[in-house]
């Protein structure tokens, strides 16, 4: 037999050998059951927390938020009385056009608007009434719930409830009443000596005149009515937020508005800062007539 013979003859016998072999059956993987599964985790030695343990972790974030809130709160109060500050620089801007556009004088009390305290937000309106959410101080923008149309340290008054300007507009800061110019002919504004009344920004010690502040009224003129201590013009609350009536002038700006027995005033020099109610009673000179007393 030829070489060439052989190899043919052996590789027949190869083929025939390869079919001969039994077919191995493809078998789909085993699914793991629910017992398998748990079988297997357990070998990961998972362990979950206990009770002690997770009590532990709630008094921890406990404690961590009674630390923050206190902080979170005194800041908020703190953006809101920079705001408040804004909101002055603003008027101060609106207080030194109107007196710029007239000499250098401030408004005088009109006879027909039937709350004259509140007279200067008729003779400003032109200036703001673009910009009327600076009214009101970012401590104080609600309504007093009482439902009065007086405010509070925290609240609202009511502008105009009377007379031919009726706007019932809100606000939270107010006027120092003893700036005021008389009309040609007067000797009295709000029933006391014209001379007591500045009138103009060409004055003296500007920088401790108070021009307006955070208030629970539209405006004020405090004062020692007949040299009596006790005058209802002149004396404190007796709690804060107390409202006697309009005529307790002290009162509508002894108010604890932005923390430490403070409220935010506007100054005759256009300056602003923070006022502690001693500097209201004792430091500021809201009339001329303190210049005799």
């Given at each position: 037999m030829s070489a060439d013979a052989r190899t043919m003859s052996t590789k027949k016998q190869r083929s025939l050998s390869i079919l001969q072999m039994p077919l191995k059956q493809n078998k789909a993987p085993a699914r793991l059951t629910t017992q398998s599964r748990f079988c297997n985790l357990s070998g990961l030695h998972l362990k979950a927390f206990t009770l002690i343990e997770l009590l532990v972790v709630i008094a921890i974030i406990a404690l961590l938020m009674g630390i923050l809130m206190p902080a979170l709160a005194r800041a908020k109060k703190q953006a809101r009385a920079a705001a408040c500050q804004m909101n002055l620089h603003q008027w101060s801007t609106i207080w030194a056009m109107y007196c710029q556009d007239n000499n250098g004088r401030f408004c005088m009390e009109a006879d027909n608007v039937g709350w004259p305290r509140g007279n200067w937000i008729v003779v400003l309106r032109p200036y703001y009434q673009t910009r009327s959410g600076i009214l009101t101080c970012p401590m104080a923008t609600k309504?007093?719930?009482?439902?009065?149309?007086?405010?509070?340290?925290?609240?609202?008054?009511?502008?105009?409830?009377?007379?031919?300007?009726?706007?019932q507009e809100e606000g939270s800061y107010g006027a120092n009443c003893w700036l005021y110019s008389r009309r040609p002919g007067q000797d009295k504004i709000q029933n006391r000596p014209v001379k007591w009344n500045w009138q103009t920004v060409d004055v003296?010690?500007?920088?401790?005149?108070?021009?307006?502040?955070?208030?629970?009224?539209?405006?004020?003129?405090?004062?020692?009515?007949?040299?009596?201590?006790?005058?209802?013009?002149i004396v404190p609350p007796e709690y804060h937020g107390q409202w006697?009536?309009?005529?307790?002038?002290?009162?509508?700006?002894?108010?604890d508005r932005h923390g430490g027995g403070t409220v935010n005033s506007l100054f005759l020099d256009w300056s602003i800062r923070k006022v502690g109610l001693k500097g209201w009673l004792y430091t500021e000179r809201l009339a001329r007539m303190d210049e005799e007393l």
């Open positions: 309504p007093h719930p009482a439902g009065g149309s007086w405010g509070g340290p925290f609240n609202t008054y009511v502008m105009g409830t009377g007379g031919i300007y009726d706007w003296k010690g500007a920088n401790k005149i108070p021009v307006f502040a955070d208030t629970m009224w539209r405006g004020g003129g405090p004062f020692y009515m007949d040299g009596n201590p006790q005058s209802n013009r006697r009536g309009a005529g307790y002038e002290m009162s509508h700006f002894c108010i």
